[in-house]
Nanobody
Framework: QVQLAESGGGSVQAGGSLRLSCVASGDTYSNRWCIGWFRQAPGKEREGVAA????????WYSDSMKGRFTVSQDNAKNTVYLQMNGLKPEDTAMYYCAALYDITCPLVPVVYNYWGHGTQVTVSS
């Protein structure tokens, strides 16, 4: 069992930056987890943003976010970050982190087992 808690969301103007945090607790001692970031805007399906394999720091990105978003980790703090730069109004969504016990990290929400409650990001033009 893994519990996840996101923070760091807020309201910013277009072009601004935010850093989201995802703190994991519970069965995290093995560090063999994929931690993914996903987002869901009103009326839209949940989509993958980025993911990281915590044991080897391998990363995956959605093509549309690559270059603007960066996923990283601090294993000592059991925390995964999502640095978001150059934010656009279309980035407005609820952002979730999720955990999957695997060594490859697909950006497919349905395969992730554990989810946080989300943090809202709102980007104004």
């Amino acid at each position: 069992q893994v519990q996840l808690a996101e923070s760091g969301g807020g309201s910013v103007q277009a072009g601004g930056s935010l850093r989201l945090s995802c703190v994991a607790s519970g069965d995290t001692y093995s560090n063999r987890w994929c931690i993914g970031w996903f987002r869901q805007a009103p009326g839209k399906e949940r989509e993958g943003v980025a993911a990281i394999y915590t044991r080897g720091a391998l990363t995956w990105y959605s093509d549309s976010m690559k270059g603007r978003f960066t996923v990283s980790q601090d294993n000592a703090k059991n925390t995964v970050y999502l640095q978001m730069n150059g934010l656009k109004p279309e980035d407005t969504a609820m952002y979730y982190c999720a955990a999957l016990y695997d060594i490859t990290c697909p950006l497919v929400p349905v395969v992730y087992n554990y989810w946080g409650h989300g943090t809202q990001v709102t980007v104004s033009s």
